[in-house]
């Protein structure tokens, strides 16, 4: 089997590099049938992966030791329901992994993609085999899982403990995930460049489309990331700023630029070459990401610290960057925009700041991240930039974003006159005083929380006011007030399904803000029988029990807990030593409701029968991990196509017209 | 047995690279409208037209917006959906003998008058 799905890689990466080739050449050519058979070899290439990673996923099931990266990232003792995980937990199989995912989605979106932009669809191909191509030569000659070992070892290494957890089933695939599907809107914007149709906004339904469908996987991984960090990691929080943390977020926040600046370029024919701008800035962000993710330079937690091949994906990068921009330049004359801005009170205005506000924080946490080894380069010590730094800095312009968000979707397109401000945001702005004033009123006197919840009011209001106002306009025709409710959102899916994602967005600041500022953190050494109180929560230690498996040694605590006079339950944070690799993995306990989690975490248990925990309260934490699902409902809303079949649609009358490319001979 | 296995994963992606280039089963088929075209360019700007009108009366519908100012968004959506259909027959005109010229006057009004039928049965929303 193992053989087999080495045959697999080496044919999958022949067949890439046949479709890399063919693809630009039935481009060039304008020959058609050679544009389907690079096509059809870029499909053969997701089953053969299939084959490939069925091959290292059922070694890790049969414990095959022979087969290097299963020894070094499994054991006998692992749970065999843990060799998905096993399989992506290192760096060899999350390129296969990435390689598989990319196969598959790049599969489904050429077949769209040759069918709305049939003399586009051959170059994007190319370029997507292109990065297929580069991550099947990185597995086949720098780190193939399917390597093996002359003798075959009697047990394994094991998997990192840290990756022993529910979470990372689904958070690093979406991240991977997320990080990969980038090159779909860029393999088809650069595509649309080469083809020379990038200048009548050819790409942008199709670059619009795969942007949002990389947005929301990409937000799905930093929000599980955020997720099991909270969880597993032990220390009460779920975001540090941690370079792999940041190198995640960059791309994030350049892929949000690109999806709202999509619209105006589809509404308005304006920024587009800034729409091109910004997707090969989020191409060279997700692959600076996948740098420092695999052995860069910058020390982080949970980068692949085994992996020096780092260099290769910057070296990649750069050549990535140097070529989009050539391409870019080539094709300038051809990005001009269809029209100007009208009013710097619309839409387009609103967008272009906002576009900007999230390019600022994508390069100061750039800065931030890549500082150490400018730090170093310069005297010889390496001086890293921690969460002060972030916190002030970003913490401004993403509150301004927030505020933005409010104001910005209620704009009209094209320009609004004082009369349509005052309509929109009148009612907003009384809010936000009131939740200013009650504020102060209930005795939050720290400025920024202050400036959060306003800016988050003027948000939460303008989403509000939208779809009461639109319910309402739909119940005043005589339907009734649910299914004025429905229809309005189902009959204009963008924009509701944006102000959901708006909300949910909301929801993370307001559970980010009042987590950061109102968390309570206190730590205890306690020996059993001990009791301790914090705010409103009395917790009593009652003992601890200890199991030894194969692989470690499990402590956990066993704790009543009462909030006020209402009794909680037992709960029981642990921590487990992994001997044979020097970790010691700590899990707490968490008690949510939706104003604030109680986490108890051990810090240490001592031969005398004393334990050091540490005892946190954090305010509505659960607002946002609530916010997932928020937002992937309203980003799906967003993305379901608008089903006006049975509308009367007006058809631009059908004549004879010029069929040929503009611009181009016939 | 993997031999076997081996030439079967072989010769499947082979089949599939090789049946469009000798049965030209893509260069058969009618040529696909270019993405890039004048028409596919002025169906674009159309709906970007409508859709802007559709969100003018959507706005004024709840009211986001004044009258001055729906009534200003309508008539640019309105003037570039009459514009895409200018271009429209000017394109045609290139094409056209100078009777068709003639026709092509005649052809303005009734586009003209099908627009505006077509843009008051409209359902918008």
């Not at chain 1, 053969?44 to 070694?59: D, E, G, K």
């Amino acid at each position: 089997m193992v053989e087999l799905g080495q045959i697999a890689l080496i044919l999958s990466f022949m067949m890439a590099g046949y479709s890399t080739i063919v693809g630009f050449a039935g481009g060039m050519l304008n020959g058609r049938d050679l544009a389907a058979s690079a096509r059809w070899g870029f499909y053969s290439i997701s089953p053969l992966l299939l084959l490939a990673t069925a091959a290292l996923i059922y070694a890790f099931v049969i414990n095959d030791f022979s087969v290097k990266y299963v020894a070094e990232n499994s054991n006998i003792a692992m749970p065999k329901a843990y060799a998905w995980v096993a399989f992506y937990s290192g760096n060899a199989g999350s390129l296969l992994y990435i390689s598989l995912a990319f196969s598959i989605m790049a599969g489904i979106a050429i077949r769209i993609v040759n069918s709305k932009l049939p003399y586009t669809s051959p170059y994007a191909l190319g370029v997507m085999s292109m990065v297929l191509l580069f991550f099947l030569a990185v597995i086949l000659f720098l780190a193939n899982p399917l390597d093996q070992h002359q003798v075959p070892l009697e047990d394994g290494q094991g998997m990192n403990p840290l990756l022993i957890h529910f979470g990372m089933f689904i958070h690093p695939p979406f991240q991977m995930l997320g990080l990969i599907s980038v090159a779909l809107p860029f393999s088809i914007a650069i595509g649309a460049l080469l083809a020379g149709r990038g200048g009548r906004d050819e790409w942008v339904d199709q670059g619009r489309l795969w942007g949002m469908v990389s947005w929301l996987l990409l937000t799905t991984g930093l929000l599980l990331g955020a997720w099991w960090a909270y969880t597993i990691l032990g220390w009460g929080g779920y975001w540090a700023w941690d370079p792999v943390e940041n190198s995640a977020l960059m791309p994030w926040l350049a892929m949000t630029a690109f999806v709202h600046s999509i619209m105006v370029q589809k509404r308005r024919g304006m920024f587009r070459m800034w729409n091109m701008v910004l997707i090969i800035v989020s191409f060279a962000m997700a692959q600076m990401g996948m740098f420092i993710n695999r052995g860069g330079p910058v020390p982080s937690v949970h980068s692949f610290a085994e992996s020096t091949m780092g260099w290769v994906f910057l070296a990649v990068m750069a050549a990535t960057l140097f070529i989009s921009v050539a391409i870019f330049i080539f094709r300038y004359d051809t990005l001009k925009s269809r029209s100007g801005l009208d009013s710097i009170i619309s839409r387009e205005s609103a967008f272009l700041a906002q576009n900007v506000l999230f390019l600022l924080i994508a390069l100061v946490t750039l800065w931030g991240t890549i500082f150490p080894i400018f730090s170093e380069a310069v005297d010889d010590t390496t001086m890293t930039i921690g969460q002060p730094f972030f916190n002030k800095v970003n913490g401004p312009l993403m509150l301004l974003l927030i505020l933005l968000m409010g104001i910005g979707p209620v704009l009209p397109w094209r320009k609004a006159g004082w009369v349509s401000i005052n309509k929109m945001l009148r009612l907003p702005f009384v809010v936000a005083s009131l939740v200013l004033i009650s504020s102060l009123i209930s005795g939050i006197t720290q400025y920024w929380v202050l400036i959060s919840f306003v800016v988050c009011s003027v948000s939460i209001t303008t989403v509000c006011q939208e779809l009461i106002r639109g319910t309402r306009s739909r119940h005043s025709h005589g339907e009734n007030w649910v299914l004025s409710f429905f229809s309005l959102i189902g009959a204009n899916r963008p924009r509701y399904g944006g102000y959901i994602v708006h909300l949910s967005i909301v929801m993370l600041a307001i559970g980010i803000t009042a987590s950061s500022f109102y968390d309570v953190q206190k730590d205890v050494v306690m020996k059993p029988g001990d009791s301790e109180v914090l705010g409103k929560y009395t917790f009593k230690y009652i003992d601890v029990s200890e199991k030894t498996y194969s692989d470690r040694m499990e402590e956990t605590a066993k704790f009543q807990v009462w909030s006020g006079d209402n009794y909680i339950g037992y709960m029981y944070p642990y921590r487990a030593v992994y001997p044979e690799f020097q970790i010691a993995a700590t899990r707490g306990a968490i008690h949510s409701t939706i104003l604030e989690d109680f986490y108890l975490v051990p810090s240490e248990f001592q031969e005398d029968g004393q334990a050091v925990f540490r005892v946190l309260i954090n305010p509505l934490v659960l607002w946002m991990w609530a916010a997932g699902p928020v937002l992937i409902l309203g980003t799906l809303i967003s993305l379901s196509p608008n089903n006006r079949g049975h509308r009367k649609r007006v058809s631009l009358p059908s004549m004879d017209v010029d069929q040929s490319p503009l611009g181009r001979a016939k | 047995m993997l031999v076997v296995s081996a030439i079967i994963i072989s010769v499947i992606p082979a089949i599939l690279i090789a049946y469009p280039v000798i049965k030209k089963i893509a260069s058969r088929a009618p040529l696909p409208e270019d993405e890039s075209s004048l028409r596919a360019d002025l169906e674009r700007r159309w709906e970007s037209a409508l859709e802007g009108i559709r969100h003018a009366e959507l706005e004024m519908s709840i009211g986001n917006v004044s009258e001055s100012d729906y009534l200003w968004l309508k008539q640019v959506h309105m003037a570039e959906a009459a514009n895409v259909l200018k271009t429209l027959e000017i394109s045609a005109e290139k094409e056209r003998s100078l009777i068709e010229e003639i026709s092509s006057a005649a052809n303005t009004r009734s586009l003209d008058s099908s627009f505006k039928n077509a843009h008051e049965k409209e359902d918008w929303d």
